[in-house]
């Protein structure tokens, strides 16, 4: 094995042993400032259990004294589920700080997620969840929650079952995101050994078996998300060899389901029978690689998110190799910053 191949399934090897999730930090809001809680989203959840819900957080930072909360009967009716439509809710009533996020089921439990704007710097303070068997059990959690918010830290006695991640207004980190996929490989061109035709696959009668019109993919990702929509991530993938690519991503939305668009460059090493030839010094199947995707994130709450990604590739090789990717896998948040 080559140097250069050695080298990256080191870094490979690296990034799968990441650990999937990790936050520790603290806040205080300043206690005068104007909140909004805004209604929440219900996904699968009786939208009546949810408001009640609401309305006794909106009462426990009333007696907490923490915020000037806005009553309900002044706030917007916006069921934001991103920071535009958040910052934009809290302007309109002259809040500091708005709260939203949303309810829904996943199996037999219900998670509640909710993140805190700050809207005059048009950023996310932090986010939250919460998972209870049924919606009524959250009333048990209200005063958890409720400190929690006003904190920044963790309350797990009073908020029972509870994951709240948090971050301080004075030390923010970005957002790193460790996630693995699975999926097939499509050869558009090439991949395939020269005693098969390029064409149809097919040569001297011998029909070219489905492994080599496809392959099975593992990819391991790492993102940095520099901003609300902008992501940068490093991709370590084994696709009938092994790929190194940088790219960069752009998220519309950045709402709970949110479609992306992006590309990347790396260096791909293919690993097959044909990968050298003895009689022809200048064939060669590895090389520098470019790539266009696009894909799918969904159910994405505060520490863990599930995606779906869809990507062409062009392999600067003797063969041209190209081929579209569909893979889909799971992402955990390890630094959160509330996206």
């Not at 709402?255 to 791909?268: N, T």
């Amino acid at each position: 094995m080559s140097i250069h191949c050695k080298i990256i399934v080191l870094i490979g090897g690296m990034l799968m042993a990441l650990p999937l999730a990790f936050i520790s930090a603290s806040g205080q809001p300043q206690p005068s400032k104007t909140l909004v809680v805004l209604p929440f989203k219900a996904y699968g959840v009786d939208s009546t259990s949810t408001q009640t819900v609401l309305a006794l957080l909106r009462r426990e930072f009333e007696q907490r004294d923490a915020y000037n909360v806005i009553q309900e009967s002044y706030t917007p009716e916006s069921e934001c589920q991103d920071l535009e439509c958040a910052v934009s809710a809290g302007r309109s009533v002259g809040a500091d700080l708005v709260l939203y996020g949303h309810f829904s089921r996943l199996g037999t439990k219900v998670l509640w997620s909710f993140t805190l704007v700050d809207v005059e710097r048009n950023a996310k303070e932090f986010s939250g969840d919460v998972t209870k068997q049924r919606i009524e059990d959250f009333q048990s959690s209200i005063s958890g929650v409720a400190k929690s918010i006003e904190t920044g830290v963790l309350e797990t006695n009073s908020a029972g079952s509870s994951q709240i991640l948090s971050i301080s207004k004075d030390r923010r980190r970005d957002t790193i995101i460790f996630g693995i996929g699975v999926g097939q490989l499509f050869p558009v061109h090439g991949y395939i050994d020269r005693r098969y035709s390029d064409d149809d696959y097919n040569y001297n009668n011998v029909v070219v078996p489905d492994t080599i019109k496809r392959a099975f993919v593992l990819d391991s990702r790492v993102a940095l998300k520099v901003s609300d929509n902008y992501t940068l991530d490093l991709l370590f993938g084994i696709r009938r060899g092994i790929l190194l690519n940088i790219g960069a991503s752009y998220d519309p939305l950045n709402s709970v389901v949110s479609p992306y668009v992006g590309g990347g460059l790396g260096y791909y090493i293919y690993i097959g029978e044909d990968s050298f030839d003895n009689n022809d010094p200048d064939f060669f199947t590895s090389g520098f690689q470019v790539m266009v995707k696009g894909g799918l994130w969904f159910f994405k709450t505060s520490i863990l998110r599930a995606f779906a990604n869809l990507d062409y590739t062009y392999i600067f090789n003797s063969r041209d190799d190209q081929a579209v990717t569909f893979t889909i896998g799971i992402a955990s948040v390890i630094d959160d910053l509330g996206f």
